[in-house]
């Protein structure tokens, strides 16, 4: 028998329907609120992710930076695959992101063909053509509301290449106004100019004294920015110039930004025999290490030369050694090609023949002396500083100022 409902009262089956729209839309708020919080929290965790593996990638570009000057001169690596394995796992650790996988790059952050998985060579160098490591991380992440709709956990995964190349820029300030030859060089027994016969070069991680010979090319020589920064001031210009404007610009380094290879004026060249400028000198001479012979939050650098013209190269292609059509120079005031850097550890500096060393070492085979009154005792070291990196080339052969950027 059918029963109708009293006036005014819903159906049951209405009622029903009621509460699943209220239900469907509890859930649907549910949802959007999830998305909302959950959502944010995900943009959050990716952000961390990203961060820890840019870490990594860049972790692993150190230690191939560690790497590059020895390898561009020619010398066994010093560290490992399994070097940088472990920089790069470490990082990710220490950052909460899960390392997935990572990879050898060349200079422009393109996978090495095979590829070639970080850490597959074990205890063997890394690869000579790698440049830059590919990081791939992921990190998972518990929810807060999209649990409800089946979403306990998300998981957030990125990608970051870092490489390492030979910094061709050097910041304002940072360089000492002075330059050593890239090929080793002595003094013969009448205090000329010895190049080794072999051009070999400066060996990293070795002492060496470097003496100062009598002026002319090919001896080590003391820059003047002016030159490259006319009507530009600086801390030095109040000093007049010669000694006492290059003493200021050891004491306090003054030169512009700098891009080499090229050209830069010499304005002195040999041994300034002058107690002030070697006590200015031996401030940078602090133990251990280079990072500590500069003054605090600076970065010292001296840049090296391979080659001398009388005038300053002009028209394309002027930057590089072979464009000086003008002779080698004579005497002082002449033009250097510098060609690299490279940090020198100094362990003393003898301007005025105080020391009998600088006489009698020769660095040069086949040479009696070296025949010079002045000399500076230390190591040439490599540096790892900010600036604008390119890829190493053939003429980078004693490269020592590398650094590390993000491709990508």
Not at 76 to 81: E, L
Not at 103 to 126: K, M, Q, W
Not at 178 to 195: A, E, L, M, R
């Amino acid at each position: 028998m059918f029963r109708s409902s009293p006036a005014g009262e819903p159906a049951q089956h209405e009622r029903g329907q009621v509460i699943v729209i209220v239900a469907v839309g509890m859930l649907a708020f549910i949802a959007m609120v999830a998305l909302v919080v959950d959502g944010g929290h995900a943009w959050g965790e990716q952000r961390d992710s990203q961060n820890g593996t840019d870490a990594a990638a860049e972790a692993g570009a150190v230690v191939l930076a560690k790497n590059l000057p020895y390898t561009i001169q020619g010398q066994a690596a010093p560290y490992s695959d399994a070097n940088v394995l472990t920089a790069v796992q470490i990082t990710a650790g220490e950052n909460n992101v899960d390392l997935d996988s990572a990879y050898y790059t060349d200079f422009n952050g393109n996978r090495l063909a095979g590829p070639i998985a970080v850490g597959s060579r074990g205890p063997a160098a890394p690869p000579t053509a790698a440049y830059g490591v590919e990081a791939n991380g992921s990190k998972e992440f518990d929810t807060f509301l999209a649990g409800v709709i089946g979403f306990q956990t998300m998981t957030t995964r990125t990608t970051a290449t870092a490489r390492t190349g030979v910094v061709s820029e050097a910041p304002p300030s940072t360089v000492l106004p002075i330059t050593f030859p890239v090929t080793i060089t002595g003094c013969d027994n009448t205090n000329g100019v010895v190049t080794d016969p072999v051009g070999s070069r400066w060996t990293l991680g070795q002492y060496y004294v470097v003496p100062l010979c009598s002026g002319g090319p090919g001896n080590v020589g003391w820059l003047d920015w002016d030159v490259h920064e006319p009507g530009t001031p600086d801390a030095c210009d109040g000093h007049g110039n010669g000694t006492a404007e290059l003493l200021c610009s050891v004491n306090s380094p003054s030169n512009p930004a700098m891009t080499i290879p090229d050209w830069f004026y010499v304005s002195q060249t040999g041994n300034q025999s002058t107690a002030g400028l070697q006590d200015a000198l031996n401030q940078y001479s602090v133990p251990p290490g280079p990072e500590q012979n500069a003054p605090a939050g600076t970065t010292v650098l001296i840049p090296l030369f391979d080659a001398t013209c009388a005038d300053e190269p002009t028209g394309a292609g002027s930057e590089l050694a072979n464009a000086c059509t003008a002779g080698p120079g004579h005497g002082q005031s002449m033009w250097y090609h510098l060609q690299d850097w490279t940090a020198f550890e100094i362990d003393w500096v003898d301007l005025n023949g105080g020391r009998s060393r600088c006489g009698t070492d020769s660095v040069v085979s086949g040479t009696p002396g070296n025949g010079s009154t002045g000399c500076f005792g230390g190591t040439f070291r490599g540096y790892m500083g900010p600036g604008v990196l390119r890829a190493p080339g053939s003429g980078d052969v004693q490269a020592a100022y590398w650094g590390v950027a993000l491709v990508r």
